[in-house]
């Protein structure tokens, strides 16, 4: 027997993107398990789409692995329920204890952003991202960067805060770190887009959310030139 114990419903997105995520307690078994579903009959597509996307992310990066959904009769998604901490609170906590926080956000970056062979792309503007980005866009990225580089994959929401430290006993490769799961891959596009910009992304809601304490050591402006962007990169990527 199914017990709902939370359920939340984004409907605030066009009708083909709403969904419902609920967290779900098997009475039977006491285990728990989170389900995505489709709000109406034309998001099925969108929800068909994620065990694809959890195939791309596993085969482009080294060290976070994407939770993997299982296709229900009904057409939901279902995932396991991790146990675990979200991965930008864990490095909130040790770039506390450091004389030089944004060193730990690098070795952070570094391990997040690790790829395997062929998980770096050269980046070429397509139809795709003129549409969504706009010409300009498209136009300013040569200009700024030299032979731009975009992932194999374009998950555009690969942030700390959607990724999760298990807390199952399982390690990364190399067997020193809790393994890394990356929890949202819903928004990834089927076009090329700059490597640095999903970094950018990254960097931006990690500043935004614990910026009043890096804020102290380190200036926005000069916190993002420490990952080689520049104030007229930053200024396109924020759109």
């Known amino acids: 027997m ?22 779900c307690l098997d009475t039977d078994t006491g285990r728990r398990y989170v389900e995505k579903t489709a709000v109406r009959e034309c998001g099925q597509e969108h929800i068909a789409a994620f065990p ?11 060290n976070v692995e994407a939770l993997k959904p299982e296709l229900t009769e009904d057409g939901a998604m279902r995932y396991a329920y991790l146990e675990g901490r979200n991965f930008d609170d864990l490095l909130s906590e040790q770039m506390r204890t450091e004389p030089d926080p944004a060193a730990a956000v690098s070795r952070a970056m570094e391990r997040v952003f690790a790829v395997k062979p062929g998980g770096l792309i050269p980046f070429t503007v397509t139809p795709g991202f003129t549409e969504v980005f706009g010409q300009d866009a498209a136009d300013r990225i040569g200009e700024l ?14 942030i700390f805060e959607n990724i999760m ?11 020193r770190h809790p393994k890394l799961y990356c929890l949202d891959y819903e928004w990834v596009l089927d076009f090329p887009v700059p490597a640095q910009f999903i ?41």
């Open 52 to 62: 694809r996307h959890a195939q791309a992310i596993d085969a482009c990066f080294q």
């Open 165 to 175: 430290a298990a807390d199952d006993g399982s390690n990364d490769k190399g067997g």
């Open 2 to 23: 199914r017990q709902i114990e939370y359920v939340k419903y984004n409907k605030l997105r066009k009708p083909q993107f709403q969904i419902r995520t609920a967290i």
């Open 199 to 239: 970094r950018y992304r990254n960097l931006h809601y990690f500043y935004r959310k614990f910026g009043s304490f890096l804020s102290a050591f380190c200036p926005r402006r000069e916190f993002l030139e420490r990952f080689g962007i520049g104030r007229e990169q930053a200024e396109l990527y924020a759109g």
């Open 145 to 158: 960067t030299d032979s731009p580089q975009a992932f194999s994959v374009s998950n555009i929401d690969m």
